[in-house]
């Protein structure tokens, strides 16, 4: 059983899916705190001109160490980042084919009143596209116990896992003895090198959302979410 436990993105980047995509369980690590510029609440598209920032704007302001599974919304946001999407992609060639159901979604997120529940909407739905059978929770499930690598080995031994995936940012907290003595092995996660797909910006950007890679390559999307080398993708600790 190999599990990952990670804070939830917004559309995130094609790396974030082929991570889950190697656990048999994903755990959405939203009772952590919320963390301003970070990934939880924004990502970049492609325009012709180059990347921008789609950011949802959260309700912050006094709430300095909320968990993100707390974090609302300023203001109504989803139509303007379609509208950003719809202009930045229509020409691309699978639009016409991708853009229902992510419309859709967008669509879905505008009812929902916190960012971890629009999340959780894209990642499913992103997942199901990409034919990810990766089953997803949320580490409120397992009512987990510690701070840092105490929370992580404690979901870890709840859900009976053999094997932990991280991503590499963890290395500088993450102590792996506790896991060792669990009899759970760390792994660490190494993108790429992932292949490159013919994209509508001035220079071409692996670290755009996901979405980007849908309208660009369509039905073969899922394979440019995998390493295009031979070699390992993930270094056991």
């Not at 048999?24 to 492609?46: C, E, F, P, S, T």
Request: charged share 25%; hydrophobic share 40%; net charge neutral.
């Amino acid at each position: 059983m190999r599990v990952a436990i990670i804070q939830s993105c917004y559309i995130p980047w094609k790396g974030f899916f082929d991570l889950i995509g190697r656990a048999d369980l994903y755990v959405v690590l939203d009772g952590a705190q919320y963390a301003k510029r970070h990934w939880h609440n924004r990502n970049r598209i492609m325009t012709p001109g180059g990347p921008i920032w789609l950011t949802i704007p959260v309700a912050t302001k006094s709430r300095f160490e909320q968990p993100i599974d707390e974090v609302g919304f300023a203001e109504p946001w989803a139509d303007k980042h379609w509208r950003s999407i719809e202009l930045a992609y229509r020409k691309s060639p699978f639009f016409a084919a991708e853009a229902p159901a992510l419309k859709a979604a967008y669509e879905a997120a505008e009812r929902l009143d916190r960012l971890t529940d629009v999340n959780t909407l894209f990642l499913k739905a992103l997942m199901q596209r990409l034919d990810i059978p990766t089953v997803m929770a949320r580490d409120s499930d397992y009512s987990p116990q510690g701070t840092r690598t105490e929370r992580l080995l404690d979901i870890c031994v709840k859900t009976r896992a053999t094997n932990y995936l991280s991503g590499p940012s963890a290395r500088d907290y993450l102590d792996e003895s506790p896991f060792a003595a669990a009899g759970i092995a760390v792994e660490w996660m190494s993108y790429g090198p992932y292949q490159a797909y013919p994209q509508r910006g001035p220079a071409f950007d692996h670290a755009v959302s996901v979405i980007d890679l849908l309208f660009s390559t369509g039905p073969e999307a899922a394979a440019y979410c995998r390493p295009s080398a031979v070699e390992p993708a993930t270094e056991t600790g």
